[in-house]
């Protein structure tokens, strides 16, 4: 139930991705494709870092957590999306629906932290590689960590109590496959300019902050890079970023479109499209992006695929 007495609505109806009764079943064989792509990708990645001892290093702790996380946030969306296609009403319950919205701003939020901690990872590998072990602690990747899920559940309870102070008086079709601010903001009868002010002051702070850690860190390792003198020493430093960046480039640019946007500039069917790539195809793509970039996962990978079949 609604926090508000005014609140009528107990539950929602999830619209989903799309309403032409033709597509729904061919939709859920793809996205269902997609979450085992995310699955395997992730949870495999997980137990290759786990499993190997060579990948026990900073690079590879925030990487762990990176793939717990793109699984973790996919899980809270892909399951009740892929009922929207074989169900005839797609109802959710109002504390369901905020527990949905609670868990995906957290990992959200959490995914934007674990970029920037691994954006400090590689400026202190490439610009301090000589103390790179002794800078890049235990302790300190424990702390980086704690501050990137603090600052996850830090940011879904501001996002979760925002939506706590709609109220619901009738209409609760949601249009939309999940519980989303703006869909949520559309549809309540007290939404009002402060609402969305708070919502867009906590995204900017929520993308902003890792924002600007990464291009610092980025601009110190260009700098580094170009003081370097030889042309393979350069592209060796290159080649340790380059996973990292389109995985940035991929994740924030998505995020930063379908939350930092005017609401009126795309359609409700077109957003909903838009927020599909950073809620299903960046987490599908960067367990692809980390192995298939990645040297010492590639070589961790023939290691234990080698002692899986001979064993």
């Given amino acids: 139930m609604a926090t508000d007495n005014t609140s009528s609505v107990t539950e929602f109806i999830l619209a989903g991705l799309t309403n032409q009764?033709?597509?729904?079943?061919?939709?859920?064989?793809?996205?269902?494709?997609?979450?085992?792509?995310?699955?395997?990708?992730?949870?495999?990645l997980i137990t290759l870092i786990g499993l190997n001892s060579k990948l026990h290093i900073p690079m590879?702790?925030?990487?762990?957590?990176?793939?717990?996380?793109?699984?973790s946030y996919s899980s809270a969306i892909i399951p009740k999306m892929l009922m929207s296609f074989v169900s005839k009403k797609n109802i959710i319950s109002y504390s369901g629906c905020m527990t949905q919205f609670f868990f995906f701003a957290f990992f959200i939020i959490s995914e934007c932290f674990i970029l920037s901690a691994m954006a400090y990872d590689r400026y202190v590998a490439i610009c301090k590689p000589l103390m790179y072990m002794v800078?890049?602690?235990?302790?300190?990747?424990?702390?980086?960590?704690?501050?990137?899920?603090?600052?996850?559940?830090?940011?879904?309870?501001a996002h979760t109590g925002n939506v706590l102070f709609l109220t619901f008086c009738?209409?609760?079709?949601?249009?939309?496959?999940?519980?989303?601010?703006?869909p949520l903001l559309e549809l309540s009868c007290n939404s009002s300019y402060m609402n969305t002010l708070v919502l867009f002051t906590l995204a900017a702070i929520d993308i902003g902050v890792p924002i600007v850690t990464i291009f610092l860190s980025?601009?110190?390792?260009?700098?580094?890079?170009?003081?370097?003198?030889?042309?393979?020493?350069?592209?060796?430093?290159?080649?340790t970023c380059s996973s990292h960046i389109m995985a940035v480039c991929l994740f924030f640019g998505s995020g930063a479109f379908a939350y930092l946007k005017p609401p009126a500039i795309l359609p409700p069917e077109q957003d909903k499209v838009c927020t599909l790539f950073y809620t299903i195809v960046v987490p599908m793509l960067n367990p692809v992006i980390?192995?298939?970039?990645?040297?010492?996962?590639?070589?961790?990978?023939?290691?234990?695929l080698g002692r899986i079949t001979f064993s």
């Avoid at 009738?170 to 703006?182: I, Q, R, V």
């Avoid at 580094?224 to 393979?232: A, G, L, N, P, V």
């Avoid at 990645?294 to 234990?304: G, P, S, Y």
Wanted: proline share 3%.
């Fill in 170 to 182: 009738g209409e609760n079709l949601l249009h939309h496959y999940m519980c989303d601010f703006l």
């Fill in 218 to 239: 980025y601009g110190f390792i260009l700098s580094s890079i170009f003081h370097i003198s030889s042309t393979e020493g350069r592209s060796k430093a290159f080649s």
């Fill in 21 to 44: 009764p033709g597509l729904q079943l061919p939709l859920f064989f793809l996205f269902l494709g997609f979450y085992v792509v995310i699955m395997v990708g992730n949870l495999g």
């Fill in 290 to 304: 980390y192995s298939l970039r990645n040297k010492d996962v590639k070589l961790a990978m023939k290691k234990t």
């Fill in 135 to 157: 800078t890049m602690s235990p302790q300190l990747c424990v702390f980086l960590l704690l501050g990137v899920y603090g600052m996850g559940f830090l940011g879904a309870i």
């Fill in 60 to 71: 590879y702790f925030f990487l762990f957590n990176l793939s717990f996380i793109d699984f």
